[in-house]
């Protein structure tokens, strides 16, 4: 026997199926169903259609002439109805080509290729029940067919045509040889006319108006519940489902849905579908039972929740995170301390050895270098009465060097009893310089503190101080440390302008503070001559200053202090400091190169490694 | 009131300027005060500052229960006393300063020893931190120039052609700074300039 | 009337108007300004994005130059780089913070912050604390700024303006912590502890066209042109010098 096409979802299912296995609908009539007086109610267009799918034979004219008979009034109205509409839209609109088709997505829905057979067939049917202007069109009339699968009404032969092969093998639906009998056994009680759709009580006016129509319906309906065969499930064979939809359907997990047997038939007298026969009824769902998770309460937090915990704590407290880089970091930081503290007790080492050893010997220069020369020629020739500006710049954190860079010229300023002028244009210069001054004059007994120097204090503004100071000392420093009128005093009496100076000395460690001394003092009618004592830091920015002769002379440091103390045959801190400043610096570059090398072979050895891996 | 401001600076400014490239001009009448105003704002900018960083910044540290509130605190007290100290005992008294000088320098002169360790831990990884030629001779300059104004190369005196050598070498770091300092000089004219013209305004807040 | 003085009088005459007519004009083909790519400012345009992104805070510090000094101008185009980052920083949880060793300096930045605040409708976000002197002496200066760079929420500093070697601790507190360093200086000697010690160092003039390179204003790219000329007729009045030297006529 040959299967039926559902007619909703085009799926073929097996003859002796009364609802399509796939969406429920109700299949079309069997042609070898028993069922008399459903086939009764079959118009007879439609039947012999079906009997055309089934049999490949044509239907005799005289049933054909029967069946037109047995229309029932309302269902001719509609199609006259409908036949109207047609010839209308016929003569308003252009036929054109596909006018007569059906539409495009009827085609569509075609799975395989109808039997050539059948094919012709149907359409032989359905072309005449168009010339009859029983035909309606193809959207309507399917959409009647769905409504009502087998109401023995006509079907048009695009609609048919869509439905595509109902002998077309369907792989999703495996069928048997026990299949077939079992459908050759269910068909004699089959009934192939489906539930009418529409309860009795809910009918539309058009339909109500047709005086024995509930009477057939309602006899439908109990025929229907008196003559349901029953199913036996252990008999039929359980369908292999396709595995996409198995996965949709966890069948493990949940009860099956109950047999068909177990959902009633009977029309709901109360619920939502109260009154609605036939419809889909979903099984008791109080009686179901769902086993719960063995531990609902138990948090599971997957790896990947844990790592964005972690991110958020991190983020909430910072100082308190425990990534799992700590360790590395905190490893890190020790190594780096590690070396931190080495060089720093190699560079203490190297600097204590030579006051702890007195082998260690420095090389000492034999060549003075010019600027040290320079200025101490110049300092010799300064005549004795003739004050010199001592102009101060430079932070406690560098006094250490410039007082013991300045120790010998300070040391020959007083030496010769020449009169000096403290100014500092920062504000613990001139405290500083002072105690180094009575430090020196301690030494000498010749010469008094008091007598030779003259506190100017500081002197606020920098550079426009600076240009007070150049343009008129007296007004721009007025009164010494101790609130006295500076320029009354022994040194400076006969000090009116700045180039009455016998020269400005600036002990200074910013070469920029020697530029703007360059260049205001420059201003001056006469300037006076500059001297500087500077830090090793700002020698090679000093040194065009003084090649150009804008100074006089220079110190640069220790190497220079010693030079100086060399040219005087003096001894002093330079020399004896000058060995562990010598070895200092030594360990310093090999410390730096020792770590050049490193990082180059480091960087060498990463380069070879990623070549390698690459 | 910017336009007013606007107008100050650019007129001080350019008195400032003309005083300084026409000294004949008899502009130090106005240039003179000028300065002296400058000077003068300079050192109440100064005190504002420091006011604001002691009473302002570390008493609001004290008062909000920073971590650090107990330096804040040591910081206010040491600045009171210092005050304290500079108004009743005179600036050219030797009690004030050795204020300076005893605490003052060993402080900053230690501080200035850790510079130099933390200098060369940090020179280990020049060329770590500058991987190009630029970097790299940086390094070899910086080592070289180290052992050269050490001291140890004195014997190099003797032969001629090293010292005539070492001689040029000392001129590199001095031609180099000269050339960065016009570089500097340049840019401090134009933004001087920007500032005399008004193009920049940073006081118009 | 010395020679210096006249001449100097000329050079800074012709550059000022030259740069207010460059700064009139509008820049079309091809006297547009190319700039040439300086990867530290690059990369600090790309720091002060990510600071505004991820909420942390910017830190500039204008070093210990005096108001009154001829250094000062490194200063003022830190604070160029102030008023940039203030407004970049508009949208930011943390607005930047700047220190500053001079009093004068410590005042404008209040200024520019307050300024850049006003531009940005962000007043309400303003402290007049997040610009302030941290320390009268450099040594001083740079422990307080070490001080701000601790913060954790501190993670971009940028060194604009005079320095000395005392830098190096700013350079290598914020290398250390990890944080993005911009550093330049007019002193030489701040330049070579920058060099030694930081990655991204801006040398030299460098540190001058760092406003123009943040905000391509007209008055900047003018000053960009008249220095570069000026750069070019300052190299060849050296060379013919040398040359002239040489051949014995000076």
Known sequence: ???????????????????????????????????????????????????????????????????????????????????????????????????????????????????????????????????????????????????????????????????????????????????????????AKKIVEPVFPIPVDDLPDWLSEEPDLI???????????????????????????????????????????????????????????AGISGTLRSIDLEGRQINPALNPHDLVVTPAQQANVDLLNDLIHPASSTSLTQPVLNKKMGGKKFLKAFIAIVMLLSALLPFLNQSFQAVIPELFPKEVVDAYGFIQEIPAGKPVLIAVQYEAGLAGELAWASEPVIENLVSRGIPMAVVSTNVSGYAILEEQLRRAFTNDSNNQFEEKVINLGYLPGGTIGLISLVRDPREAVPFSTALEPAWESAPLENVAEISDFAAVLLLTDNPEILRA????????????????????????????????????????????ALSYQMIRQVPGKASSTFTSYQLAVLTAALLIFLGGVVTLINTAGTGIKQKGGG | MRTVNFLIAVVAGLIVLLGYFFPGLELAVIRKPLLDWAVTLSGVAGLVAILNLVFHVHWKRVHDNHPRKLYSAVLILAFLLTVAAG????????????????????????????????????????????RNWMGFLFFLSVVFFLVLNSGVLAFTAEIPILRDLLSAFHQVPVAGARGMLLGIALGSLVTGIRILTGSEKPYNG | MKTELILGFLVVLLAAVWMILLSLRKQRGAGQAVFRRIPAIARLRGAVGLSVEDGSRVHVSLGNGDLNDAANPSAL????????????????????VCTSGNGGFAVLSKDVLSQAARETNTLDAYDPDHGYLSGVTPLAYTLGAMEVMSEPGVKTNVFTGSFGPEAGFLTTASEERGAFTLAGSESIIAQSVFMATARDVILGEELYVLPAYLVQRASYIASLKVQDFLRILLGGALVIGALLKLAGIL
């Open chain 1, 215 to 273: 009477e057939k319906i309602t006899s439908k309906a109990q025929k229907l519940a008196t003559t349901a065969p029953p199913h036996d499930e252990d008999e039929l064979e359980k369908g292999a489902l396709p595995a996409w939809l198995k996965t949709l359907r966890p069948l493990e997990a949940v009860v099956p849905a109950a047999s068909e047997q177990e959902i009633p038939s009977s029309t709901d007298q109360e619920g939502v579908l």
């Open chain 3, 77 to 96: 185009a830190g604070l160029d780089a102030l008023h940039r980052v203030g407004q970049l920083s508009a949208t930011s949880d943390q607005p930047p």
């Open chain 2, 87 to 130: 108004v009743f005992l005179d600036p050219a008294s030797a009690g004030f300063q050795k204020l300076v000088t005893r605490v003052q320098v060993p402080i900053e002169s230690s501080l200035m020893a850790v510079l130099a360790i933390t200098l060369v831990f940090a020179s280990l990884k020049i060329l770590q931190r500058h």
């Open chain 1, 517 to 560: 001394w360059v260049e205001q003092s420059g201003r001056a009618e006469i300037p006076p001559p500059l001297l500087a004592v500077v830090s090793a830091q700002a020698a090679p920015l000093v040194q065009p200053y003084h090649d150009s002769g804008q100074i006089r002379g220079f110190i640069a440091g220790s190497s220079g």
């Open chain 1, 1 to 187: 026997m040959a299967d039926l096409r559902c007619l909703i979802c085009n799926r073929v299912n097996d003859a002796s199926a009364e609802r399509c296995w796939y969406c429920r609908s109700p299949l079309p009539v069997s042609s070898d169903t028993p069922a008399s007086d459903a086939q009764e109610k079959i118009p007879p267009s439609f039947s012999d259609a079906n009997e055309e799918l089934r049999t490949g034979e044509k239907p005799p004219d005289d049933a054909i002439e029967q069946s037109e008979e047995e229309v029932p009034e309302w269902l001719a109205r509609i199609r006259e109805l409908k036949a109207q509409e047609e010839q209308v839209s016929r003569q308003g609109s252009d036929r054109g080509p596909g006018a007569d088709q059906p539409p495009e997505w009827l085609p569509n829905l075609s799975r395989g290729e109808l039997d050539s057979i059948e094919k012709d067939q149907v359409q032989k049917a359905l072309i005449e029940d168009q010339e009859s202007g029983e035909n309606a069109s193809a959207e309507t009339s399917f959409r009647d067919s769905v409504a009502r699968p087998v109401t023995g009404e006509g079907v048009a032969a695009k609609d048919i045509e869509a439905f595509g092969d109902p002998g077309a093998a369907d792989t999703t639906h495996p069928k048997s040889a026990a299949q077939g009998e079992q459908a050759a056994e269910d068909e």
